[in-house]
């Protein structure tokens, strides 16, 4: 069974601060790794997508990947108050293997 | 350009019942994916389409099933409907040569009364 384990939250942070958002898979052979963020209510939006080791940046939204460690992450600087909203961490092994979700991590930006 | 439509917004029904929950994909892409969101809970996989055929499906029963149409948008049914099965049906999309980035549509919320 492949996972993907994220800390539900809530994580809370001040408006301004940078806000530090964790998943790890299990799945080695994994190719590809998404972060979708979710507002309550709605469908997930894609934010980023990333696929080599190392960090990704795309304005205030920064994803960074360890492939050894099975280690993705989202540092989201500047945190706004529009920021809170449920955050996915998504891992894709390649060919017809599915997208496989985290549960989510809950973000609340603090104003 | 248009984002992946679905079709009802809400739908409700009694036990026993079926359920068929429909779905548009983004102009040029060809894969469909069906998730179901359970309140509190993650997204779990259900169905993936590509091409009019079936390429994934998730651990749900037979009671669950779908079809992808020549011009890929797709439906889902769902069968002998459970009090269980209520929850926000999500359909997503991409492109033949981008399977992995998924586009969500809006949802079904679906109720089983």
């Known amino acids: 069974q492949k996972e993907v384990e994220q800390n539900s939250g809530p994580l809370s942070v001040p408006e301004g601060a940078i806000a530090s958002l964790n998943c790890t898979y299990s799945?080695?052979?994994?190719?590809?790794f998404f972060w979708y963020r979710q507002y309550s209510g709605k469908s997930p939006e894609l934010i980023m997508s990333?696929?080599?080791?190392g960090d990704k940046e795309d304005g205030r939204f920064t994803a960074q990947l360890n492939k050894a460690s099975q280690y993705v992450s989202l540092l989201i600087r500047d945190s706004q108050p529009s920021d809170s909203a449920t955050y996915l961490c998504?891992?894709?092994?390649?060919?017809?293997?599915?997208?496989?979700f985290g549960i989510g991590t809950k973000l609340q930006v603090i104003p | 350009e248009a984002g992946v439509t679905q079709s009802p917004t809400h739908l409700i029904k009694t036990r026993g019942q079926q359920a068929t929950l429909r779905c548009s994909p983004i102009?040029?892409?060809?894969?469909v994916y069906w998730y179901q969101q359970a309140l509190g809970l993650g997204l779990q996989f259900l169905l993936w389409?590509?091409?009019?055929?079936?390429?994934n499906r998730g651990n749900f029963p037979p009671r669950f099933s779908g079809r992808q149409f020549p011009n890929y948008s797709s439906e889902l049914n769902v069968n002998a409907l459970e009090l269980e099965d209520s929850a926000l049906y999500l359909c997503?999309?991409?492109?033949?040569?981008?399977?992995?980035?998924?586009?969500f549509g809006p949802g079904t919320r679906l109720t089983v009364l």
């Open positions: 997503a999309s991409s492109k033949r040569q981008a399977q992995d980035t998924q586009y």
């Open positions: 799945d080695r052979g994994s190719q590809s």
């Open positions: 990333i696929y080599s080791n």
């Open positions: 998504a891992v894709n092994s390649g060919g017809y293997q599915k997208v496989t």
């Open positions: 102009s040029g892409h060809t894969s």
């Open positions: 389409y590509d091409e009019g055929e079936e390429r």
